[in-house]
Structures are given as C-alpha cells and as structure tokens.
C-alpha cells in the first residue's frame, strides 16, 4: 500500500548521490520481485491449462471449475498442488471408483511438466537465471531451510543476484569514470 514512500523514507539519511543509487536499487528490487510474482501467476494459469485438457480427456464432471481450483491452489509453491488435487480426487470418486486413479495420473503428468519444464524456463526467464540454476537453489534451499527454504529460495536469489549485479556495475562505471578522467594531471606540452 505505501510501496512509493519506502524508497523516501530509506534514503532520507544519505545525500543526493547515495539516495539515488539507494532508490535505483530499490527500484530494481522491486522489479525483480513483481516478475517473480508474474512468473508464478503465469506458471499456475499454463498449469490450470494442462489440467482443464486432462480433465476434459478423462471427462471428469467440473473439469473447469476443477482446473480453476487448481490454477489458484498453485500459486502457492509446493503445497498447493496437493491441496488442488484433493477436490478432483473426491469428484472422481463421486463420478466413478476408476476415475481417482485417472485423475492421479493426469494430475501427476501435469505437475510433472510443470515442475520440470515449465516452472524452470519461465522462471529462468523472468528472473534471468538459468532454468538448471532454478532447479539447482530449490534444492539448496530445501536442504538448507526445509520448506521455508523452498518457498523463499528463489525469490530471496534473485533478489541477491540484483543487489550484486547492481553493486558491481556501479564499481564498474566507477572504475571506468577513473579511467577516463585520472586525477593525475601533468600540463599539456603540446
């Protein structure tokens, strides 16, 4: 709600030149996070998608209402795929004893393609990182801090990644800007 006074609120201690860079960071921490965000909202309607068509395959009755459950269940990582399947298994019960046992398998294939290609690539994309390097920090993160570490692995890298790209392309220009104007003046003898 008061996103637009933290970057003037933060920066009101430093001087002009520090309080700008201050809020360019901010800015682009921001930007990395809503592109997270968007990633997930993006990744959960492909997978809301893949079930609807599965769902259709297997004509379980609320296929739509079933996916759209699913669609919204799955923006929260790694818990909510299990409790989006939870609804379709009773449905399929309800519909036909065999039908749990198809809707498993077409729930199973679409977390599948999700979790392995999709998830990786549009994240990758999004937040610039390899999709293998994705991967490879929900991994960590999970061994590191269990389900926390999961949640919050690679958001927290990325936004780790932006502070350091942004920090070294200031000491960047900073070495660039020494190197082009040098202090050490000798006079002209031209």
Same mark, same amino acid.
């Given at each position: 709600?008061? $996103?637009?006074? *933290?970057g003037? +609120?933060? #920066?009101?201690?430093?001087d002009?030149?520090k ?5 360019e960071?901010l ?6 996070? #809503?592109?997270y965000?968007? $990633?997930? *909202?993006?990744v959960?309607?492909?997978?809301? %998608? @893949? @079930?609807?068509?599965? !769902? ?5 009755? !609320?296929?739509?209402?079933l996916? =759209?459950f699913?669609m919204?269940? /799955? ?6 795929? +299990?409790?989006?399947? %939870?609804?379709? =298994?009773?449905?399929?019960a &309800? ?13 199973l294939?679409?977390?599948?393609i999700?979790? /392995?290609?999709i998830?990786p690539n549009?994240?990758?994309?999004v937040l610039? @990182? ?6 490879t920090?929900? =991994?960590a993160?999970?061994s590191i801090? $269990? +389900?926390l $570490?999961i949640l919050?692995?690679?958001? +927290? !890298?990325?936004v @780790?990644?932006?502070? &350091?790209?942004?920090?070294?392309s200031? !000491?960047?220009?900073s070495?660039?800007t020494k190197?082009? /104007? ?6 002209d003898?031209?």
């Open positions: 709600k008061d $996103g637009d006074k *933290l003037p +609120f933060v #920066t009101q201690i430093f002009k030149k309080a700008e860079n201050i809020e960071l800015h682009k921490i921001n930007m990395t996070l #809503t592109g965000i968007q $990633g997930q *909202l993006f959960s309607f492909i997978l809301g %998608i @893949l @079930l609807f068509i599965g !769902y259709l395959i297997i004509r379980l009755d !609320y296929a739509l209402t996916a =759209l699913a919204v269940m /799955n923006v929260i990582p790694f818990l909510g795929p +299990f409790l989006a399947v %939870i609804p379709a =298994l009773i449905v399929g &309800f519909q036909d004893p065999m039908m749990v046992i198809w809707v498993a398998i077409i729930t294939i679409a977390q599948q999700e979790s /392995n290609l998830s549009v994240m990758g994309r610039s @990182l390899h999709p293998l390097t994705v991967i920090v929900i =991994l993160g999970g801090a $269990g +389900f $570490g919050f692995a690679v958001p +927290f !890298y990325a @780790l990644k932006t502070i &350091f790209i942004h920090f070294y200031m !000491y960047r220009e070495k660039l190197t082009v /104007n040098p202090t050490d003046h000798r006079g003898q031209s």
